[in-house]
């Protein structure tokens, strides 16, 4: 049981690179969620989706897309990565029963 | 807008001594608030929830948190810190009927021996 699966663990990129970071779980949940966390501004929501076939952005989509592929996989793509995007990204599912939330390990991304 | 405040970057405490880390909220109707823990280089780990009930709660670890409505707090509190619980600590709230989770910019604790 591996709960919420992130790759790659870390990536560096070049300015206006493209890339996908994964996010798989086996825990049945409907909800899912992409944060980045940055220093001195806590975790913020970049986009979520609530079940399969639906997405919501969060507080700071700009600059990602979000794809909601089956209910075990939700991917967030940079289309043309910044050094503003230069974070360490987290994805969580959402148990229904406890709401609790459960994450992934992380991926460090380093733009350049 | 929801939103979650944690007006304390850092909090140190002395081993032994008690440990409180404020939180307050804004959502739209009832909340479910959280809190979480991060050690270095770790994902979050929960700590404990408030849903509805008893507006004390207890948790993981010896924490607790207590649920105030009329000044939309949520402050997490152990009587007795230990070194080990020197980690940063993130409150987060959601909505009842929504899915949305936001959280705060989380707080720094640091216990010394």
């Known amino acids: 049981n591996a709960g919420v699966t992130q790759t790659p663990k870390f990536q560096v990129l070049k300015t206006g690179q493209s890339m996908t970071l994964q996010c798989a779980q086996d825990?049945?949940?409907?909800?899912m969620y992409w944060y980045r966390q940055d220093p001195g501004m806590g975790l913020r929501l970049i986009y979520y989706?609530?079940?399969?076939?639906?997405?919501d952005k969060g507080e700071v989509p700009n600059g990602y897309n979000v794809s909601r592929l089956n209910k075990r996989e939700f991917s967030l793509r940079l289309e043309s990565a910044a050094p503003s995007q230069t974070s360490v990204y987290f994805c969580?599912?959402?148990?229904?029963?406890?709401?609790?939330?459960?994450f992934g390990q992380g991926t460090r991304l380093t733009v350049v | 807008a929801q939103s979650v405040a944690q007006p304390e970057d850092q909090v140190n405490v002395a081993e032994g001594n008690p440990l409180t880390v404020k939180c307050t909220y804004s959502?739209?109707?009832?909340?479910?608030l959280f809190w979480y823990v991060q050690y270095p280089n770790r994902g979050l780990q929960f700590l404990l929830k408030?849903?509805?009930?008893?507006?004390l709660v207890k948790g993981s670890y010896g924490f607790e948190a207590e649920f105030n409505k009329s000044q939309t707090s949520f402050h997490l509190k152990k009587p007795s810190a230990l070194v080990s619980d020197s980690a940063l600590y993130f409150c987060?709230?959601?909505?009842?009927?929504?899915?949305?989770?936001?959280f705060g910019a989380g707080t720094t604790v640091t216990v010394r021996a």
């Open positions: 959502v739209s109707g009832n909340p479910y």
């Open positions: 987060a709230v959601r909505a009842l009927n929504d899915y949305k989770l936001s």
């Open positions: 825990m049945n949940h409907n909800s």
């Open positions: 989706s609530a079940s399969e076939g639906t997405t």
């Open positions: 408030y849903i509805t009930g008893d507006n």
């Open positions: 969580a599912t959402l148990d229904p029963i406890s709401a609790q939330a459960f």
